[in-house]
């Protein structure tokens, strides 16, 4: 246990609130965690997959109506409304505390509080966080334990009186009318009720590391981002760090492990990190990056040996399968794993399954969890204290037409813009409808803990303190041809993209400017040995003026929610643009 005072009385509080007959500290152990796992295996919470194929790995079903993150009940918890802006839902802090405590109130009855304590970060670094996750489910310890760092080590950081935010979490009853996921950014407090799923309830990563840890990078500085961090490994030898903002499922966790193709010899990609980034300014006048997650909560469908190896062989031991069909011979599988599906299985729900039912055998957004050192292409430095130095960010999303597949921003205020107006086709990861393009700026819509027009003014005031700030570029992977075809084979081949961004950081490589930015001419990008059309290239690579230009229209209407707030330099980048747009055909 602890001799952190105001942690014991917090758990003291919470469990007297929560009522649970039992509770657990947990230590971290081997020994901790094949009790726990045993304990769920025989009430059912989760199943032991094929141990010969999948040594350590087990499969767990959530609730049907609890697969994906709940925006519209996710709720940021700060004293006045416009704390929290107009793309949160903010609800009064009282309000929440009275109105979810009742539900808190009793609910653990029968049931066991396990004390969670973990570090964000790595144990020593100056920027690592603290949290302790109260929670009644082995799940979320579980998964806990891999995504972060639990038990003694976070104990030993926190010592007698280390600051650490305090996560509150029960199942509830797993009923969709009575789920709240607050944040009390002003409190360093987090809870969530009557959920079972992955962002809703693993409170270290999204309510922690990006909801309160962007206000704490607020006031404090630096930045939290919803970026993957890589390094690119050129044939000379040298290792240049990109980082990566997209949207959940849009393809960070692809990016971070990419296989280069044969037709490109001598590039490596070393995987820093796959969903978050925090970021500080270092003395070099640089943004230094780290991961602060020691593990992958990954999409499952679509991945498979051809289009993401290195998340197959990471996800092959000791990890645990959310959501995706069960086979006879207890193995695996999901859509788009690349083997045919079995002839018969149990589906995400629990039900006998055949490929015949014309039905998804794994939820769209299955997922997996796997320990980061397991990758095989785990950067030597993902656990550096300090973080890896970063020289170019890309913004990307899901846009079947407008977005070339790459193009560069002309400076940091200019690439703060393309973040702040970016816009992707929403997907499986958050419930409601899919497919409709919403902008997302950073890809932080949903994870932003305060009210997102300080947001881009703590983006341009960041960048005023670079003396050598990163490039920013834009990329998309996903515009379509008339039939709904993707152009772009994506995945491996994403590296002609890395490797023209890091010409581009070496004044390497050719582009022609246009209102959007620089695009690379068709000569300009490594090709070589990758069949694709010319035409198809054309249409990549194309910026249709009349396209960008209804397209003001919707960042405009976005941007007006600030009123007052929005920075002038958003505004002035907007005219800019319309300007450019304006002489152009
Ligand atoms: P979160 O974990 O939700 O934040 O998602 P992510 O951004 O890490 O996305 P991920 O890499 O898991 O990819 C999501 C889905 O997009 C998967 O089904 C991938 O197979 C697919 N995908 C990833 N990269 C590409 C690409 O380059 N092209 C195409 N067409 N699909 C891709
Ligand atoms: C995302 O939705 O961006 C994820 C998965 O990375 S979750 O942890 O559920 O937020
Ligand atoms: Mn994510």
Redesign the pocket.
Known sequence: MTRHKEALKWVDEMAAMCKPDEIVWIEGSDAEKDRLTEQALSTGELHLLNQEKYPGCVLHRTAENDVARTEHLTFICTRTEADAGPTNNWMDPKEAYAKVGAMFDGCMRGRTMYVIPFIMGVPGSPFRKLGIELTDSIYVVLNMRIMTRIGQVALDELGENEDFTKCLHSKGELDIERRFILQFPEDNTIWSYGSGYGGNVLLGKKCLSLRIASYMGLTEGWMAEHMLILGLESPDGEVTYIAGA?P????????AMLIPPDSLPGYKVWTVG??IAWIRIGDDGRLWAVNPEAGF???A???SAK?NHNAMLTASSNSIFTNVLLTPDNTVWWE?MGIDAPDQGVDWRGKPWTPKDGENGANANARFTAPASQCPVISSHWEDPQGVPISAILFGGRRAKLAPLIYESFDWQHGSYVGATMASETTA?ATGAVGVVRRDPMAMRPFCGYNMARYFRHWLDIGKKLTNPPKIFHVN??RQDENGE?L?P??GE?LRALDWVLRRCNDKADARETPIGYVPTKESLNLEGLDISDEAMDKLLEVRGDDWIEELDGMQKFFDQFGYELPAEMLEEQQALKTRLGRWD
């Not at 959940?248 to 990016?255: I, V």
């Open positions: 997209f959940s499922a849009c393809g960070k966790t692809n990016l796959d969903d909560f990954g999409v469908p679509g991945t289009s788009g990861a992977w996903f993707f772009w994506g995945y994403n």
